[in-house]
């Protein structure tokens, strides 16, 4: 069994590119991971999420915000 929890903090910065300037605000987010290894098939199941309480993300200035995103995975281990 494994975890992994990521917290992420930006200050706001001033964002300036051709087509648009402006102020990106300060941003926090959290992501969380769990896996489970089966080791006699040598794969491990993974499933988590970022941005898990749906905080505005907000990356580029005049860019949609980023809400959550979760997922799965299956990863083998080839020898």
Known sequence: MSYNVNYRWVAAFLYEYT????????????????????????????????NLFDAPNLQVYGAPSIGRIGYVGLLFDIK
């Open 19 to 50: 087509f648009a300037t402006g102020t990106v605000p300060q941003a926090q987010t959290m992501a969380a991971q769990v896996g489970y290894t089966l080791k006699s098939l040598h794969t491990t199941l993974q499933a988590g999420a970022t």
